[in-house]
Nanobody
Framework: QVQLVESGGGLVQTGGSLRLSCVASGQTFDTYTMGWFRQAPGKEREFVASINWNGYRAIYANSVKGRFTISRDNARNTYLQMNSLKFEDTAVYYC?????????????????WGQGTQVTVSS
């Protein structure tokens, strides 16, 4: 089993920044993809960003491209740097793990999920 724990959420004003962290523990994989998703009240969960197993490739949702950056280190941590935050970025943010090599924006590809961390952007 894999456990994912997110942290770093909070309340921030429009235009501000936050850095989310996700730490993985438990079962290990030689290669795995990490992703960030979010879900706003009354909306479906949506893709935010994904990074491949070696950190050399990342993809982003159009709504966050140029503002958010996903990264990972060798210590099983994954990060989401969020800059120029907008009111519409308000959501619960989830990290997820896909025990595969390539990036993916499909939530069905991700086998393990964290509990989420709330991000609230005040207008």
């Amino acid at each position: 089993q894999v456990q994912l724990v997110e942290s770093g959420g909070g309340l921030v004003q429009t235009g501000g920044s936050l850095r989310l962290s996700c730490v993985a523990s438990g079962q290990t994989f030689d290669t795995y993809t990490m992703g960030w998703f979010r879900q706003a009240p009354g909306k479906e969960r949506e893709f935010v960003a994904s990074i491949n197993w070696n950190g050399y490739r990342a993809i982003y949702a159009n709504s966050v491209k140029g503002r958010f950056t996903i990264s990972r280190d060798n210590a099983r941590n994954t990060y989401l740097q969020m800059n120029s935050l907008k009111f519409e970025d308000t959501a619960v943010y989830y990290c997820a793990l896909d025990p595969a090599v390539g990036v993916s924006e499909l939530p069905t590809n991700y086998k393990y999920w964290g509990q989420g961390t709330q991000v609230t952007v005040s207008s």
